[in-house]
């Protein structure tokens, strides 16, 4: 999974607020997104307050990998993802990825750059059009942004078939014809047509049957180590994180409040809602009340707490939580939280297991 060689483990793949915004030093780093201090509020329909979507998100992600970013809904992953591609406007901070600044590029040029940056999306059957047979939808992108017709086009579709491992005559079909699997496998045809580096997936299994879930996931990781792609993995499953990711950032409402090597922040989660995320994963127990969601609904731009987002569900609250929401500190190498108990591992560990079973036993 890791083709850049980078370790990853090392700090970078999160940038800290100490470090500043992007600089064009960062063209000579490995770094193939840069996010920094991305703010994103939709504004407010009348009568209600606007919805802090994104409240100043950093990260980076090295050429290459993994990095997962999962939380429940409503948490902003997919904003950010639209962000990253310049689907969605931002209100602030920059976004670069492979060198180019997408915040106040023109449409034209993000038109440009797409071939270089794709997305997948959940429902495969959605994205795809169905007037379009899935060689010509497969074709269209090599169509729109290259040169490409006729037999070279052609040998160009059949060998982008081959590659998601769907057989040539599915080629004549239209999308309702193939099951969710094979049209998920025409969607990353599609997203690979152009040859890109960087490919966002924002739940890309999520629609299919588990058992098919896992046949997607093992060619996205296989796609990956044969064309050296970063992927941008949106996920509310630890699962997939696991199988795919190398790095895992965890955002709750809008705030990303924990980031790090995947195999770290899973097994020694540093921040109380990472915590409950995985024990809401391992509550398997028939008998036991499955852990509630942490947050009901949306928080609304006027409602949102001066202090830490998850102060109000927070079994380690303290007054100094209410104030200010916290920064993220350093854990270990790699391996940054935004809670100010971040280096109390194991009191955290303690409290936080007390709190599932409360919650559970409620
Ligand atoms: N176009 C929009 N207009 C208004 N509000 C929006 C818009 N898109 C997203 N939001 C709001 O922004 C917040 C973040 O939404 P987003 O879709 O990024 O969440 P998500 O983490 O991807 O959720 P899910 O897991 O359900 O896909 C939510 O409160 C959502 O209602
Ligand atoms: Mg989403």
């Given at each position: 999974m890791t083709n850049s060689g980078h370790d990853a483990t090392s700090c970078d793949a999160h940038r800290s607020r100490d470090e500043g915004p992007a600089t064009?030093?960062?063209?000579?780093?490995?770094?193939?997104i840069i996010v920094d201090g991305l703010h994103k509020t939709f504004r407010a329909r009348r009568g209600q307050a606007g919805v802090v979507?994104?409240?100043d998100v950093s990260f980076v992600v090295e050429r290459g990998q993994t990095l997962g970013i999962v939380g429940e809904s409503g948490s902003g992953k997919s904003t950010v993802a639209r962000c990253l591609l310049g689907l969605t406007p931002v209100d602030a901070g920059s976004v670069e990825v492979l060198g180019r600044s997408?915040?106040?590029?023109?449409p034209k040029q993000l038109r440009s750059w797409r071939s270089e940056m794709q997305i997948v999306f959940q429902e495969p059957l959605e994205s795809?059009?169905?007037?379009?047979?899935v060689r010509d939808a497969i074709g269209e992108p090599l169509l729109l942004h290259t040169d490409m017709r006729g037999d070279v086009l052609r040998k160009r579709v059949d060998e982008l078939l081959a590659q998601v491992s769907?057989?040539?005559?599915?080629?004549?079909?239209?999308?309702?014809?193939?099951s969710g699997g094979q049209q998920q496998r025409v969607n990353i045809a599609r997203a690979l047509a152009t040859d890109p580096s960087v490919i966002v997936l924002d739940?890309?299994?999520?629609?299919?049957?588990v058992s098919v879930q896992a046949e997607v996931l093992s060619l996205l990781v296989d796609l990956q180590a044969q064309f050296g792609l970063t992927y941008l993995l949106i996920s509310h499953d630890l699962t997939t994180i696991r199988a795919v990711a190398d790095r895992v950032a965890v955002m709750y409402l809008g705030r990303l409040i924990e980031v790090g090597p995947v195999d770290e922040v899973l097994t020694n989660p540093e921040h109380p809602y990472t915590e409950f995320l995985i024990g809401a994963e391992l509550?398997?127990?028939?008998h036991v009340k499955p852990a509630?969601?942490?947050?009901?609904?949306e928080v609304r731009g006027g409602e949102r707490?001066?202090?830490?987002?998850?102060a109000q569900r927070?079994?380690?609250?303290?007054?100094?939580?209410?104030?200010a929401q916290p920064e993220l500190r350093i854990a270990s190498a790699g391996h940054e939280a935004a809670?100010?108990?971040?280096?109390?591992k194991h009191d955290l560990a303690g409290a936080a297991a007390e709190y599932r079973l409360t919650d559970e036993g409620s």
């Open positions: 064009d030093d960062d063209a000579d780093t490995d770094h193939a979507a994104i409240d997408i915040v106040g590029a023109n795809l059009d169905p007037r379009y047979r769907l057989a040539t005559d599915l080629g004549a079909r239209y999308p309702h014809e193939l739940e890309p299994t999520a629609s299919l049957d509550s398997v127990n028939p509630a969601p942490v947050v009901q609904g707490p001066s202090g830490c987002v998850f927070c079994p380690l609250r303290m007054d100094a939580c209410e104030e809670c100010l108990v971040v280096g109390n």
